[in-house]
């Protein structure tokens, strides 16, 4: 890697990265378990309010082996906003427990996680609602699953005062509601560079392109050097989160790939800078359920109260990663190309100078103007 672009070179691992590592490799795999329709453990610490949870869209036959075993009350839980669509909560809460009279079969959860599915009275009847607490294990579930790229809704039961036991005699994996809400983190510290090549690109010819790979294996993160951008002075920098329909396939629903060769012709004007390709979809919520937005996007909602629809905020991207790479480049202050003010807050709340604010817009067409004019209103995009 060159030595122009990063002189400091890349930073060591953080001194508790060892011990982060079994940490982050738990999570992962309750990640995996969720995603393939099986159920993991969460606690507290210490054996203390475990529950057992499974991703509620993976659900499809009732009763559930492991639940029925143990004979629990078995409730849901869905985030504030899916929440007060469903009008049984405020959806400044994070997470809410749904206790619902009689059997949870499949027919009667779908409604209450989908908004796709069969429509039902609102607010849903023999349904009610208690605000979890922050931080609670069953809050963590539901940061798991979106971890997962799921729909943010798990059914859950607790466990007992051997909830650890029970879980290893089953092989259920644990995860610590403490590692689930540091996972962000831990895995953007853990981001190593793993490759590296020449890439010239139409418009910018002295293109270098390096991956940086997480530790559980996952997408990798791309950053796209152009030139010999000189760290001494405000770098100029693109963060682009990837959009498979926008950069690939040329959809014109979004002004995505407009923005990724708009920045890439930028950095090539003027002389240097960089662009992180940040494996973020759909604005954090994945390809899935970006896809699942368009749909009630198709049926009126615009593309905010689509995302609350699914039981996701606005915007569920993270920054951690893309700071992570600018400082293993040796990158600290930055001349920033974007429209949103949220990614300049973001990069300064950890440590990233913004020295400039470059406007990035490209005209609209028919099919992206109102998703434009809903950013701008609803959520502080600049025109």
């Given at each position: 890697m060159s030595q122009q672009a990063r002189p400091q070179g890349i930073p060591a691992p953080d001194a508790t990265e060892d011990g982060d590592?079994?940490?982050?490799?738990?999570?992962?795999?309750?990640?995996?378990?969720?995603?393939?329709?099986?159920?993991?453990?969460?606690?507290?610490?210490?054996?203390?309010?475990a529950i057992l949870v499974r991703a509620a869209e993976t659900i499809a036959g009732w009763p559930l082996p492991l639940f029925r075993e143990l004979a629990g009350p078995v409730s849901l839980i869905v985030t504030g906003r899916r929440a007060s669509v469903l009008g049984l909560s405020e959806p400044a809460a994070r997470a809410v427990q749904l206790n619902i009279a009689g059997e949870l079969t499949p027919e009667r959860l779908r409604p209450l996680i989908d908004p796709q599915a069969e429509s039902q009275s609102i607010p849903p009847a023999g349904v009610s609602a208690a605000t979890v607490a922050d931080y609670s294990p069953a809050n963590a579930a539901i940061r798991l699953a979106k971890i997962a790229r799921l729909l943010p809704a798990v059914v859950m039961t607790p466990l007992g005062e051997d909830a650890m036991a029970w879980a290893k005699a089953h092989?259920?994996?644990?995860?610590?509601?403490?590692?689930?809400?540091?996972y962000d983190s831990r895995s953007a510290c853990a981001l190593k560079?793993?490759?590296?090549?020449?890439?010239?690109l139409a418009g910018a010819r002295d293109t270098r392109v390096i991956t940086f790979r997480p530790e559980d294996g996952g997408a990798e993160h791309i950053a796209v050097i152009v030139g010999e951008p000189d760290p001494a002075l405000p770098v100029?920098?693109?963060l682009h989160s990837e959009c498979l329909t926008g950069d690939l396939l040329g959809s014109l629903r979004c002004d995505c790939g407009d923005q990724l060769r708009g920045a890439i012709d930028a950095l090539a004007k003027h002389g240097s800078g960089v662009l992180l390709y940040l494996?973020?979809?759909?604005?954090g919520i994945g390809l899935v359920n970006k896809l699942r937005a368009?749909?009630?996007?198709?049926?009126?909602?615009?593309?905010?109260?689509?995302?609350?629809?699914?039981g996701y905020d606005?915007?569920?991207?993270?920054?951690?990663?893309?700071?992570r790479i600018l400082k293993a480049l040796g990158f600290s202050k930055v001349?920033?190309?974007?429209?949103?003010?949220?990614?300049?807050?973001?990069?300064?709340?950890?440590?990233?100078?913004?020295?400039?604010r470059v406007p990035h817009s490209f005209p609209s067409n028919e099919h992206n103007w109102t998703y434009l004019q809903t950013k701008a209103k609803r959520s502080g995009h600049l025109l």
């Open positions: 590592s079994r940490a982050r490799e738990a999570v992962e795999r309750a990640v995996a378990d969720l995603r393939r329709g099986g159920a993991v453990v969460i606690t507290a610490g210490h054996g203390k309010s092989d259920r994996v644990i995860a610590a509601t403490s590692d689930i809400e540091q560079p793993v490759s590296e090549a020449r890439v010239p100029l920098i693109r494996a973020q979809e759909g604005r368009y749909g009630l996007q198709d049926k009126g909602f615009d593309t905010v109260d689509a995302n609350e629809q699914l606005d915007d569920e991207r993270v920054y951690q990663p893309a700071v001349r920033l190309l974007t429209n949103n003010p949220a990614k300049v807050g973001a990069l300064a709340r950890h440590g990233i100078e913004v020295a400039e």
